[in-house]
């Protein structure tokens, strides 16, 4: 199963995003539902050196991890939580049609409860579907 896990400051702001693990939708190489959510992840260090926040990223196979520390300047930190946000979303998205391989938590108020997965809108008949 593939998982992330969102870690958020007691005000609610996103600090620390990981992701590890395999989706198992398909083979590797093929694994539609972790191509989507690597996508995303792989997505959030360049949004946030778009806006010019501080943060940390380390990557190996497998493995993903960011975190934001609290911004000096209040509009980059405003920035950041709406790159961040999106991120977050599309991953809320993903775990909501794709629940049996890929999970997202995330923690509010650093206690380690979780808020679980955002439920991702569905769309109504003939509706376009944007490709995950």
């Keep these: 199963m ?19 693990g395999h989706a198992g939708f398909a083979e590797y190489g093929t694994d539609i539902v972790c191509a ?23 990557q190996r196979p497998g493995e993903l991890r960011l975190a934001l520390p609290e911004q000096a300047d209040g509009r980059a930190e405003e920035r950041a939580q709406d790159v961040l946000e999106a991120i ?5 998205a993903i775990a909501a049609e794709y629940g049996d391989h890929f999970r997202l938590e995330d923690r509010a ?15 109504g008949k003939g509706e376009d579907h944007a490709p995950v």
Excluded at 2 to 20: N, S, T, Y
Excluded at 88 to 92: D, K, N, R
Excluded at 109 to 123: D, E, I, M, V
């Design 36 to 58: 989507a959510v690597s996508a995303l992840a792989q997505t959030a260090p360049l949004g946030l050196e778009r806006v010019g926040a501080r943060f940390t990223h380390s």
């Design 2 to 20: 593939l998982r992330a896990v969102v870690r958020r400051d007691a005000a609610g702001r996103i600090r620390e995003i990981k992701v590890a």
């Design 109 to 123: 108020g650093g206690t380690g409860a979780g808020r679980g997965p955002q439920p991702a809108a569905r769309r």
């Design 88 to 92: 977050v979303a599309g991953l809320a």
